[in-house]
């Protein structure tokens, strides 16, 4: 994997997790329950998160051991192949409180735009 493809995987998981994050600014676990948009859209961007870290090599993934490669690909397949079995109170938990430590590491990671492209 080159160094740009790199950057760009991890910039699609700096992006969908802000994304994701921001979503759930002024709402509650109920409304996951009340608002299918919402649960579609949180679902969707944990997918590709987790898909996004999935493409990653292993011998990579060593460089940034303060992410949680193995959970955040297991949560993808969770959510992917058991899509009708989703525990939403562990989703909310996963996007309030799981995913600002993880903003803050891949913004350490990954260089401001304006930077590489």
Request: charged share 25%; proline share 4%.
């Given at each position: 994997?080159?160094?740009?493809?790199?950057?760009?995987?991890?910039?699609?998981m700096?992006?969908?997790?802000?994304?994701?994050?921001?979503?759930?600014?002024?709402?509650s676990?109920?409304?996951?329950?009340?608002?299918?948009?919402?649960?579609l859209?949180?679902?969707?961007?944990?997918?590709?998160?987790?898909?996004?870290?999935?493409?990653?090599?292993?011998?990579?993934?060593?460089?940034?051991?303060?992410?949680?490669?193995?959970?955040?690909?297991a949560?993808?397949?969770?959510?992917?192949?058991?899509?009708?079995?989703?525990?939403?109170?562990?989703?909310?938990?996963?996007?309030?409180?799981?995913?600002?430590?993880?903003?803050?590491?891949?913004?350490?990671?990954?260089?401001?735009?304006?930077?590489f492209?």
């Amino acid at each position: 994997m080159t160094r740009h493809s790199l950057i760009i995987r991890l910039r699609h998981m700096l992006n969908h997790a802000r994304e994701a994050f921001e979503l759930t600014k002024g709402r509650s676990r109920a409304d996951l329950d009340s608002d299918r948009l919402l649960n579609l859209a949180l679902v969707r961007l944990l997918e590709v998160i987790g898909e996004a870290a999935n493409s990653i090599p292993k011998e990579e993934q060593v460089n940034y051991p303060e992410i949680s490669w193995a959970q955040i690909v297991a949560l993808r397949n969770r959510l992917i192949h058991g899509y009708d079995a989703v525990d939403f109170d562990i989703l909310w938990q996963i996007i309030t409180q799981d995913l600002p430590p993880l903003i803050t590491a891949l913004e350490k990671i990954v260089p401001l735009e304006d930077s590489f492209e």
